[in-house]
Protein backbone atom coordinates (compact mmCIF):
# COMPACT_ATOMS: atom_id res chain seq x y z
CA UNK A 1 0.00 0.00 0.00
CA UNK A 2 0.92 3.60 -0.66
CA UNK A 3 1.12 5.72 2.29
CA UNK A 4 -0.98 8.36 3.22
CA UNK A 5 1.93 10.53 3.62
CA UNK A 6 3.42 9.71 0.09
CA UNK A 7 -0.55 10.48 -1.84
CA UNK A 8 -0.45 14.06 0.59
CA UNK A 9 3.11 14.67 -1.04
CA UNK A 10 1.87 13.46 -4.26
CA UNK A 11 -1.16 15.71 -3.88
CA UNK A 12 1.17 18.99 -2.40
CA UNK A 13 3.61 18.59 -5.34
CA UNK A 14 0.70 18.99 -7.91
CA UNK A 15 -1.14 22.00 -6.44
CA UNK A 16 2.27 23.54 -5.91
CA UNK A 17 3.54 22.68 -9.70
CA UNK A 18 0.67 23.16 -11.52
CA UNK A 19 -2.59 24.05 -10.12
CA UNK A 20 -1.08 27.47 -7.79
CA UNK A 21 0.76 28.50 -11.22
CA UNK A 22 -2.34 28.55 -13.41
CA UNK A 23 -4.74 29.79 -10.73
CA UNK A 24 -2.44 32.62 -9.85
CA UNK A 25 -2.19 33.62 -12.89
CA UNK A 26 -5.52 33.77 -14.18
CA UNK A 27 -6.72 35.48 -10.84
CA UNK A 28 -4.24 38.01 -11.77
CA UNK A 29 -5.05 38.62 -15.40
CA UNK A 30 -8.68 38.42 -14.69
CA UNK A 31 -7.67 41.72 -12.39
CA UNK A 32 -6.01 43.00 -14.87
CA UNK A 33 -2.43 43.24 -12.80
CA UNK A 34 -1.03 41.38 -15.84
CA UNK A 35 -1.19 41.11 -19.31
CA UNK A 36 -3.18 38.11 -20.83
CA UNK A 37 -1.34 38.49 -23.67
CA UNK A 38 1.98 38.19 -22.14
CA UNK A 39 1.43 35.24 -20.29
CA UNK A 40 0.37 33.56 -23.52
CA UNK A 41 3.33 34.99 -25.33
CA UNK A 42 5.57 33.24 -22.59
CA UNK A 43 3.77 30.21 -22.52
CA UNK A 44 4.04 29.20 -25.93
CA UNK A 45 7.46 31.16 -26.77
CA UNK A 46 9.11 29.09 -24.19
CA UNK A 47 7.54 25.94 -25.81
CA UNK A 48 8.80 26.79 -28.94
CA UNK A 49 11.95 27.33 -28.16
CA UNK A 50 12.36 24.47 -26.72
CA UNK A 51 10.79 22.20 -28.84
CA UNK A 52 12.31 23.73 -32.17
CA UNK A 53 16.34 25.26 -30.69
CA UNK A 54 17.12 23.82 -27.63
CA UNK A 55 16.15 20.04 -27.92
CA UNK A 56 17.79 19.54 -31.46
CA UNK A 57 20.73 21.16 -30.16
CA UNK A 58 21.17 18.82 -27.57
CA UNK A 59 20.34 16.09 -29.63
CA UNK A 60 23.22 17.18 -32.09
CA UNK A 61 25.40 17.54 -29.22
CA UNK A 62 24.94 13.89 -27.85
CA UNK A 63 25.73 12.61 -31.41
CA UNK A 64 29.11 14.04 -31.95
CA UNK A 65 31.95 11.66 -30.81
CA UNK A 66 33.83 12.08 -27.81
CA UNK A 67 31.01 14.00 -26.01
CA UNK A 68 31.76 11.53 -22.67
CA UNK A 69 35.49 13.26 -22.35
CA UNK A 70 33.53 16.42 -21.17
CA UNK A 71 32.93 14.67 -17.92
CA UNK A 72 30.64 15.83 -15.46
CA UNK A 73 31.79 19.74 -15.36
CA UNK A 74 31.33 20.01 -19.18
CA UNK A 75 27.88 18.35 -19.49
CA UNK A 76 26.26 20.50 -17.08
CA UNK A 77 27.93 23.48 -18.84
CA UNK A 78 26.54 22.41 -22.07
CA UNK A 79 23.26 21.90 -19.95
CA UNK A 80 23.35 25.06 -18.97
CA UNK A 81 24.02 27.10 -22.05
CA UNK A 82 21.58 25.24 -24.15
CA UNK A 83 19.26 26.63 -21.44
CA UNK A 84 20.38 30.04 -21.47
CA UNK A 85 20.01 30.14 -25.83
CA UNK A 86 16.65 28.52 -25.79
CA UNK A 87 14.79 30.89 -22.92
CA UNK A 88 17.12 33.88 -22.56
CA UNK A 89 16.43 34.08 -26.76
CA UNK A 90 12.52 33.29 -25.66
CA UNK A 91 12.99 36.24 -22.98
CA UNK A 92 14.60 38.48 -25.76
CA UNK A 93 11.64 37.55 -28.76
CA UNK A 94 8.90 37.83 -26.39
CA UNK A 95 10.12 41.90 -25.16
CA UNK A 96 10.56 42.50 -28.79
CA UNK A 97 6.91 41.18 -29.49
CA UNK A 98 5.04 43.00 -26.75
CA UNK A 99 6.75 46.00 -27.53
CA UNK A 100 6.32 46.12 -31.08
CA UNK A 101 5.01 49.48 -32.39
CA UNK A 102 6.26 51.34 -29.94
CA UNK A 103 4.65 49.99 -26.97
CA UNK A 104 6.04 50.50 -23.39
CA UNK A 105 7.52 47.16 -21.86
CA UNK A 106 6.49 47.41 -18.35
CA UNK A 107 6.69 45.76 -15.41
CA UNK A 108 3.52 43.53 -15.62
CA UNK A 109 4.38 42.71 -19.00
CA UNK A 110 7.73 40.97 -17.33
CA UNK A 111 5.37 39.30 -14.40
CA UNK A 112 3.09 38.23 -16.91
CA UNK A 113 5.34 36.44 -19.01
CA UNK A 114 7.57 35.07 -16.31
CA UNK A 115 4.04 33.21 -15.17
CA UNK A 116 3.06 31.99 -18.55
CA UNK A 117 7.06 30.77 -19.08
CA UNK A 118 7.02 29.37 -15.61
CA UNK A 119 3.53 27.26 -16.21
CA UNK A 120 4.62 25.97 -19.85
CA UNK A 121 8.48 24.80 -18.30
CA UNK A 122 5.90 22.97 -15.67
CA UNK A 123 4.66 20.84 -18.20
CA UNK A 124 7.89 20.26 -20.19
CA UNK A 125 9.63 19.29 -16.74
CA UNK A 126 7.36 17.45 -15.18
CA UNK A 127 4.69 16.92 -17.95
CA UNK A 128 1.99 14.16 -16.45
CA UNK A 129 4.41 12.17 -14.10
CA UNK A 130 2.84 13.86 -11.21
CA UNK A 131 -0.89 13.35 -12.29
CA UNK A 132 0.11 9.55 -13.18
CA UNK A 133 1.72 8.86 -9.80
CA UNK A 134 -1.18 9.78 -8.25
CA UNK A 135 -3.15 7.69 -9.93
CA UNK A 136 -1.26 5.25 -10.25
CA UNK A 137 -1.09 4.82 -6.27
CA UNK A 138 -4.57 5.51 -5.45
CA UNK A 139 -4.81 2.43 -8.12
CA UNK A 140 -2.70 -0.02 -5.88
CA UNK A 141 -4.40 1.42 -3.22
CA UNK A 142 -8.03 0.22 -4.19
CA UNK A 143 -7.38 -2.61 -6.48
CA UNK A 144 -4.36 -3.78 -4.53
CA UNK A 145 -0.95 -5.71 -6.19
CA UNK A 146 -2.68 -8.27 -7.67
CA UNK A 147 -5.33 -6.97 -9.18
CA UNK A 148 -3.04 -4.32 -10.69
CA UNK A 149 -1.13 -7.15 -12.11
CA UNK A 150 -3.66 -7.99 -13.83
CA UNK A 151 -4.30 -5.36 -15.62
CA UNK A 152 -0.88 -4.07 -16.66
CA UNK A 153 1.15 -7.64 -16.10
CA UNK A 154 2.85 -8.49 -12.59
CA UNK A 155 6.54 -7.06 -13.95
CA UNK A 156 5.44 -3.56 -14.89
CA UNK A 157 2.89 -4.10 -11.27
CA UNK A 158 6.07 -4.77 -9.07
CA UNK A 159 8.07 -2.00 -10.08
CA UNK A 160 5.20 0.79 -9.67
CA UNK A 161 4.59 -1.03 -6.65
CA UNK A 162 8.42 -0.59 -5.34
CA UNK A 163 8.75 3.08 -6.85
CA UNK A 164 5.91 4.24 -5.11
CA UNK A 165 6.38 2.44 -1.81
CA UNK A 166 10.25 2.80 -1.18
CA UNK A 167 10.09 6.13 -2.35
CA UNK A 168 10.18 8.73 0.84
CA UNK A 169 7.09 11.35 1.19
CA UNK A 170 9.10 14.55 1.21
CA UNK A 171 10.79 13.06 -2.34
CA UNK A 172 7.46 13.53 -3.98
CA UNK A 173 6.95 16.83 -2.43
CA UNK A 174 10.28 17.63 -3.85
CA UNK A 175 8.66 18.88 -6.83
CA UNK A 176 6.53 21.09 -5.72
CA UNK A 177 8.92 22.95 -3.92
CA UNK A 178 11.30 23.11 -6.44
CA UNK A 179 8.29 24.30 -8.80
CA UNK A 180 7.62 27.12 -5.82
CA UNK A 181 10.75 28.69 -6.11
CA UNK A 182 10.57 28.43 -9.82
CA UNK A 183 7.78 31.26 -9.43
CA UNK A 184 9.89 33.03 -7.96
CA UNK A 185 12.95 32.54 -10.37
CA UNK A 186 11.40 33.01 -14.00
CA UNK A 187 9.60 36.45 -12.99
CA UNK A 188 12.72 37.04 -11.97
CA UNK A 189 15.00 36.83 -15.02
CA UNK A 190 12.34 37.92 -16.98
CA UNK A 191 11.76 40.98 -15.22
CA UNK A 192 15.85 41.50 -15.34
CA UNK A 193 16.02 41.00 -19.53
CA UNK A 194 12.67 43.22 -20.07
CA UNK A 195 14.13 45.61 -17.97
CA UNK A 196 17.45 45.79 -19.97
CA UNK A 197 15.52 45.64 -22.92
CA UNK A 198 13.43 49.11 -22.13
CA UNK A 199 15.93 50.56 -20.69
CA UNK A 200 18.55 49.86 -23.33
CA UNK A 201 20.98 48.24 -21.17
CA UNK A 202 22.34 44.90 -22.20
CA UNK A 203 24.54 44.50 -19.11
CA UNK A 204 20.82 43.42 -17.34
CA UNK A 205 20.12 41.17 -19.63
CA UNK A 206 23.68 39.48 -19.73
CA UNK A 207 22.97 39.55 -16.14
CA UNK A 208 20.03 36.88 -16.25
CA UNK A 209 21.83 34.72 -18.69
CA UNK A 210 24.51 34.75 -16.65
CA UNK A 211 22.67 34.17 -13.33
CA UNK A 212 20.66 31.49 -15.57
CA UNK A 213 23.83 29.44 -16.51
CA UNK A 214 25.24 29.25 -13.03
CA UNK A 215 21.40 28.05 -11.73
CA UNK A 216 21.32 25.44 -14.41
CA UNK A 217 24.78 24.34 -14.48
CA UNK A 218 25.04 24.12 -10.73
CA UNK A 219 22.06 22.19 -10.54
CA UNK A 220 23.77 19.78 -12.67
CA UNK A 221 26.42 19.35 -10.76
CA UNK A 222 24.87 18.82 -7.72
CA UNK A 223 22.61 16.20 -8.04
CA UNK A 224 24.97 13.45 -7.61
CA UNK A 225 25.37 14.78 -4.29
CA UNK A 226 21.64 13.84 -3.91
CA UNK A 227 18.08 15.54 -4.43
CA UNK A 228 18.31 17.73 -1.69
CA UNK A 229 21.40 19.31 -2.79
CA UNK A 230 20.04 20.30 -5.80
CA UNK A 231 16.96 21.42 -4.62
CA UNK A 232 18.71 23.77 -1.24
CA UNK A 233 20.53 25.21 -4.27
CA UNK A 234 17.25 26.17 -5.94
CA UNK A 235 16.28 27.68 -2.99
CA UNK A 236 19.04 29.50 -2.31
CA UNK A 237 19.46 30.88 -5.98
CA UNK A 238 15.69 31.80 -6.04
CA UNK A 239 15.92 34.02 -2.75
CA UNK A 240 19.22 35.78 -4.12
CA UNK A 241 16.82 36.50 -7.29
CA UNK A 242 14.28 37.41 -5.37
CA UNK A 243 16.79 40.08 -3.42
CA UNK A 244 17.84 41.37 -6.40
CA UNK A 245 14.67 41.90 -8.15
CA UNK A 246 12.33 42.87 -5.71
CA UNK A 247 13.77 46.77 -5.78
CA UNK A 248 14.00 47.38 -9.06
CA UNK A 249 10.85 45.55 -9.77
CA UNK A 250 9.53 48.35 -7.49
CA UNK A 251 11.03 51.35 -9.10
CA UNK A 252 10.01 49.73 -12.64
CA UNK A 253 6.75 49.46 -11.39
CA UNK A 254 6.28 53.33 -10.05
CA UNK A 255 7.87 54.27 -13.41
CA UNK A 256 5.11 52.38 -15.43
CA UNK A 257 2.24 53.48 -12.99
CA UNK A 258 3.33 57.48 -13.44
CA UNK A 259 3.03 56.93 -16.88
CA UNK A 260 5.38 59.01 -19.47
CA UNK A 261 6.14 62.56 -18.84
CA UNK A 262 4.86 62.12 -15.28
CA UNK A 263 7.98 60.10 -14.15
CA UNK A 264 11.45 59.04 -15.32
CA UNK A 265 11.99 56.37 -17.12
CA UNK A 266 13.93 53.06 -15.49
CA UNK A 267 16.82 54.31 -17.56
CA UNK A 268 17.12 57.79 -16.16
CA UNK A 269 16.00 56.46 -12.60
CA UNK A 270 18.73 53.86 -12.48
CA UNK A 271 21.21 56.41 -13.03
Not at 23 to 43: E, H, N
Request: glycine share 12%.
Amino acid sequence: MVSPWSIAAMVFTLAAAIFAPILLLAVLCAAKILSWKSAIAGFFLYAACQTCLRLPLLWLAYQAPGLGRLGAVGGACLMALSAVLAEEGARLAGGKFLSRGGGRLGARDALGYGLGHCVAETFFVMGIASFTNLALAFALNNTGLAGYSQAFGQQAALEVYQTLTNTPPLQFAAGGLERAAYLVIQPGLTLLVFYGLRAGRKRYIALAAGIHFLLVMGTALMQPHGLWAGECYILLAAGLIFSLCRPLLERYWRADQAGPGKAAEPAEQGK
